[in-house]
Structure formats: C-alpha cells, structure tokens
C-alpha cells in the first residue's frame, strides 16, 4: 500500500479511521496522564498520547477494513500494552541511586551559573557555525535531514544545549516573577528567552522545534517548582504557538518543492493545499505502519546487525558508512521501508522506526518483547528524576532536557538512546571544565 493508496482509502473511509484515532489518543492519555511531569504540558502526550495514539487509531482502522494480518496487529498492540505496564510498574520504584550517579558526574556544584554560561556561550557559537556552514533548516531546499549531511555533530550538541540553556533561563524567569513580580530585569530576560526559542527553532528547522521548545520550559519550570498546575490558557497558548509554527515550515518546505500553497486541496474539497498537507503530517505519525504492515512488507524488509543501528548515530552516519562500506542508514527500518516503495531514493529522511517494529526486526519476535521492557525501563527511570527533585537550577534543568532527548527513544530508538547518552556525556565534559578553570572568590 503505497501513501497516496491510503490516503485514499482514509478519506473514503472517515467513520472508521476518525473514531479509532480518537479513541486510541482518548486512551493512552490516560495511561501516561499520573506519570507526566508538567501535566497536560509534558511531552509525553506529543509523543505517545498524540503520536502513538493517532497511528494506533490507523492500525485499528486499517485492520477492522481487513489489510493487516492477525499476527502483525497483535504483535503492534502487544508491544503497546507491555509498555505501557512496564511503564507503570518501573516507575514505582526509587531512583535515588541513579540520581546520585547524576549529579555526581553531571551537575556543578552550587546553582551551576558559571556552567550555564559556558554553555550559552557555546550555544550561541554553534548557532552561528550552522547558519554560515548549514543554513538555517527552516529554509531548507530538500529537507533539514539533507541539509545537515555532514554537520550532524554540531546539529546534536546544538539541539541538547539548545534545550538546556531553555529550561535554566524558564526557571530563572518563574523564579524572578514570584519573587520580585514584574520588573525590568525579568521582562528583558522574557524578551531574550523569546528571541532565542524563535530563532532556535528556525535554525533547526523542524514542525516540532517550536513546541519542543516550550515544552523543556514547562518540564524544567514543573521540576524545580514541584509540578505547579497549568492553566487550561497556557495549553491553548503553547498549542496555537505550535501550530503557527508548524504552518510556517510546512509552507516553506512546500514553497521550495514549488508546490502552491494556495491551491485547492485534493482530497479536502473547500480547503486550501497547506491545510491538507498538514493533516498528511498527522497521518504521517502512522506512515511505517500503513506502508509497513499491509502485505506484510515490514517482513520483507533487509536489516543489517543491530550493533550497526545503535553505533550509527553515536560514531555519525557518514563516517561509519566510509568505515563499512556502505550507506548505513539505509537500513533504518523506516528508511528501508522508504526504499522498499522507492529503490532509487536517495535524499534523506523517511519514516521512523517506532520502537515496536524496531524490535521485530532487529530482535525477532522472540526477544522483541525484552527491548520493549528495556525502553519503558529508561523512560521511567529518567521520569522518576524529575519526580521530589532538588531545588536546584542546573539539576532541573538537566533532567527537563533529559526527558525531552530520551523520548524520541519511542520513535528511533538508536538515535533516542544516543540523544541520552550525548547528554550525559556534554554535561560531564561541561562539569569538567567548569571544575578545571580557575575561578575568583
């Protein structure tokens, strides 16, 4: 089934896909809601409540119009139910010894201000080297995947200190405001938190970077404060904000494909291009199943060793594809399925993976269920950081930006479990330098 196959068969088919979406997104909101540390805020619910429920709903439908097999529907809600318990039941347990580990190897001493501008610093130098040396992804003409061949190095500490230097100047404001009310100092530092969450979000260029943005704010101001409750105007807020900006990079994406974003849509009669290709990205949420489980194509599928995935993002594409021989990427089960369709493509990007079907493929259906178990068991544990948390700056901001780049575990889970380990490893690097240079007083 190829993506224009079941765009088809979605719209002629409403009253089934629309209520299983729903339903699936009704659902697993209530199965992360107890566990989401800034509430309705917390990206958990963009990344399972809203991803995961929204491609689960394609399955149901897809499945209940008979184009997935018995096993493979089981097999994807299987994995979904065990998560889910695993989840719940990791997250009871203490994490006091891995916070200990924390900040022994990560977290300054004292409030961590010297740190933190080091780390602002680097911040801002990085953003220059990607817009001489890059460009800005917003503006990209293929897609930012294309566009930071080569540079994914400084693109991933960029993203990390991007998060971080967020989530410390968000505690800083709160902080401010409670104690001094509405001053000088605290609306020029919302002024430049606002600059630079806009700015961060074009450079890297991607629909989710804006409300990424605003959701490390909201987890670091919940860690430090002891989840405070949101008003229902922030969620509207943070949610315009996010569409706008979603709208704006999927107009430039399609203005330099010269597609005209004023054209009438094809499949939603009275509606203009843009918001159509919007819905297609929500879809999207659910491309490696619609492409991947009727016909059973994900079975027929290559793979290479699974050493190799978790090693690609870590050691970077280009390099270990010179090491080996060839292009490693490629073999990412979202990009073969991509391939699959598609044997001659070679701009980057495609599907991701989901963690389900990562499994299936790289572990069998055998030891499957082990990877699943392994994945709630880190998300929990992160979790669980940020959960009677210290009353320190550095420290929530850390675990806010930790729970963030540990989540896309979900949907790649070798560059999710990378993102984990790049963070770990900056802010060591950070509390070492920090502990090496001399400083007055």
Request: proline letters at 3%; hydrophobic letters at 55%.
């Amino acid at each position: 089934m190829t993506a224009s196959d079941f765009f088809d068969l979605f719209f002629a088919n409403l009253n089934v896909f629309i209520p299983s979406i729903s339903l699936t997104c009704f659902v697993l909101y209530f199965t992360v809601r107890l566990k989401a540390l800034a509430g309705y805020l917390d990206p958990i619910h963009f990344y399972w409540t809203f991803t995961f429920g929204s491609a689960y709903g394609v399955v149901i439908g897809l499945y209940l119009l008979g184009y997935i097999s018995n096993f493979l529907f089981w097999f994807v809600f299987s994995c979904a139910l065990l998560f889910i318990a695993s989840f719940a039941l990791f997250s009871r347990f203490s994490s006091r010894g891995v916070r200990r580990f924390l900040v022994v190897l990560t977290v300054p001493k004292g409030t961590g201000s010297y740190e933190f501008y080091l780390i602002l610093f680097l911040y801002l130098c990085l953003l220059l080297v990607i817009l001489i040396f890059v460009g800005a992804g917003l503006f990209a003409e293929a897609n930012r995947f294309e566009q930071n061949r080569g540079f994914g190095l400084y693109v991933r500490i960029a993203d990390a200190f991007r998060l971080f230097v967020f989530a410390y100047l968000a505690i800083l404001l709160v902080r401010g405001w409670r104690q001094n009310g509405v001053t000088v100092k605290n609306f020029l530092l919302l002024f430049f938190l606002a600059v630079l969450i806009f700015v961060g979000s074009i450079v890297n260029g991607s629909k989710f970077a804006f409300l990424e943005a605003l959701y490390a704010c909201f987890v670091a101001v919940s860690v430090y404060f002891s989840k405070p409750k949101f008003k229902v105007v922030y969620f509207s807020i943070v949610s315009l904000g996010a569409l706008f900006f979603a709208l704006l990079v999927l107009t430039f994406n399609l203005r330099s494909n010269n597609v005209d974003t004023e054209a009438d849509a094809m499949y939603m009669a009275g509606s203009p291009v843009l918001v159509e290709r919007l819905v297609f990205r929500v879809l999207g949420n659910a491309d490696k199943y619609f492409l991947g489980l009727p016909n059973d194509v994900v079975d027929k599928l290559y793979t290479d060793s699974v050493l190799v995935r978790f090693a690609s993002p870590i050691i970077g594409v280009t390099r270990l594809s010179e090491m080996l021989g060839y292009p490693v990427n490629n073999f990412n089960v979202g990009r073969q399925i991509l391939l699959y369709y598609n044997p001659g493509q070679e701009v980057a990007g495609g599907p991701t993976s989901h963690f389900d079907l990562f499994a299936y493929k790289y572990f069998g259906v055998e030891f499957a269920f082990v990877w699943v178990i392994i994945t709630a068991f880190l998300l929990a544990t992160i979790n669980s950081l940020g959960r009677n948390a210290p009353s320190n700056i550095f420290y929530c901001s850390l675990v806010a930006t930790l729970w963030l780049r540990t989540l896309p575990i979900l949907l790649e889970p070798p560059i999710g479990f990378a993102y984990m380990l790049d963070i770990v490893f900056l802010f060591f690097l950070v509390k070492l330098i920090g502990m090496l240079i001399p400083r007055k007083g």
